[in-house]
């Protein structure tokens, strides 16, 4: 018990009055106010501010219409061949093709805000992007594919990963994880991205290349995956389960082996890149939109994508961006009435240099909550760039000062708020040490 909960009554009253006082007596004398957005245009050091409208307008997402009308003749002719069967999220999610475990790592999350979370199985705990195995990135969950927060009456969570089979040889293929999750029991399963192409009696599909999946938005039936320049638009209303022993090993013809099997895929339907001549999708033009991570918000009258920069300390300005998810004008949000056109970010923030390696970002309507590497000594941490340290979420206003909010476990990647539960969910890639985890913001 502290001393002022052993106070009487009143006199805590008068204590907390006192208090009170003092600390508007010093705001005033040293100046302090709420936080307000920096419009001069400059570059803060501290503040998480707006750009001017001229620097705004040049964060644009350009489609690829010639993908839409090929994508979809592709995929009506795979499907018309019988060598694949349409399936559900919650098909592959209660397959138990994978099961996973309880919490089984230390995560460094402030236990004030009630986390909780889970962990892969023992395999995709252990696999590595660096030696012929997998990395997990993005999540997202049915929390954000639909405002009740269930798909077909299931909570389920949803992981993206890049293969790879060295630091130099990362990014060659892409899969998602579905997930169900009853608190005691995660039963989940893998997916490969693939690219439907050809038609008629050739048509087929071959494995997603050149992708990192840095992160991932399920909105409706489609699938949003960030993937640096490029935006990839998947449709889960086409996810396949392979039927013939022709194409139950996706992507052969692209070296996958027979170690990286999948039984099920998903196609892509759209694209978006953010410089329209750029060769290659994993280059972000400086001044241009970079997706380094990706979240939802539904807190306005338009839904928004919210994409987050990575970039190593001192390089550039990292940014956040606010993508409208608008039916009749903006991104492919649904099946009728969307225009497949340019869209152009409603804001963009700069990040100050305060919050390093930012490799999550969400928002909750209020706050926005980024998750990167901890300032210098935090918590007695003399090296927080060590790849063991744990990562730190901060938290802001935007105009405001990001402020740690709790630290989280090491090499945490995006972040996803859950608006019917209030939690802030995020998953880690640091090699056995992988967990998926949520906290509640508002618990404190």
Known sequence: MTTSERLPVVQRARTLLLLLVLSVVAATLTGVQPATANTSGAQSTTTLDPLPAAQRNTYKLHPAPADLDTYGASIRAVEATGNVTRTSPAAVALSRQHVGRPLCHGTGLNGAYLYDGFCWDAGDD????WSGGWHPQGLTASHDA???????????????????????TRDQFARVSFLKSTGTDRSYGHVMLVKPKNTGASAT????????????????????VANGGELQVYDTQY????????????????????????????????RYVTVPAETNVRTCADGKACLGSLSLDRSGPVDHLVSGQYLNPGSRTAHLARWPLNDAT??????????????????????????????????DGTHYYLAGQCPDGYMGDADTSDALSYSCIFRSLPGGVPTVLTRSPA?????????????LWGLNEQTNHRVVFSILPSAV
């Open 239 to 270: 996810l396949w389960r392979m039927e013939s022993t022709a194409t139950d090993r996706v992507g052969i013809a692209n070296g996958v082996s027979s170690a990286r099997y999948h039984q099920w895929a998903l196609p892509m339907v759209a």
């Open 146 to 168: 639909q405002p009740g927060g269930t798909v077909d009456g299931h909570h389920l969570y949803v992981a993206s990963w890049y293969y790879g089979t060295g630091e130099t």
């Open 126 to 129: 252990a696999t590595s992007a």
């Open 411 to 423: 090499q945490t990647q995006n972040l996803s708020y859950a608006p019917s539960s209030g939690r």
């Open 330 to 363: 903006d991104l492919l949000a649904s099946d009728s009435g969307a225009t497949f056109g340019i869209t152009t970010a409603t804001a963009v923030y700069a990040v100050p240099p305060s919050v390093r390696r930012v490799q999550g970002v969400a928002t």
């Open 205 to 224: 599909f071959e494995a997603v290349t050149n992708v990192h999946a840095d992160g991932m938005v399920w909105y409706g039936n489609k699938l949003y």
